[in-house]
């Protein structure tokens, strides 16, 4: 329960103990969620891997799908491309080139300006 966020009082309540007595013998157990948590991931994975050795294809999917998030959020997978810009015609290539080429920054800017 306390891989579910769940706090004392809830804990003690389904375990039918006070949470006082909970905090006694389950210390170590509360001190530490995230473990807990890791504890429950473990179990359920290794319960799906049983499933996958039987040859359970719905399994088998969430296997690959549960890799395909780790790669990303792990960064092994390479990111996206960006979109490449749509390519011109000669036309309007050579309206964008003249553009560029009158600028005053431009190679025949500072020439066309006198």
């Known amino acids: 329960m306390a891989a579910f966020d769940k706090n004392e009082e809830q804990i003690a309540a389904a375990l ?9 013998h389950y210390f170590r157990e509360l001190r530490s969620r995230l473990e807990a948590r890791q504890r429950l991931e473990g179990k ?12 359970n294809v719905s399994a088998i999917d969430k296997v690959f799908k549960r890799l395909d998030r780790h790669d990303l959020a792990a960064g092994y997978v390479g990111k996206p491309k960006a979109a ?3 390519k011109l015609g000669k036309k309007e290539q050579a309206v964008v080139d ?6 005053e920054d431009g190679e025949w800017g500072s020439l066309l300006r006198h």
């Open 16 to 24: 039918s103990i006070s949470a006082p007595t909970l905090r006694k």
């Open 44 to 55: 359920l994975l290794t319960a799906l891997l049983a499933e996958v050795d039987k040859g």
């Open 84 to 86: 490449k810009p749509p």
């Open 98 to 103: 003249a553009a560029a080429a009158t600028k």
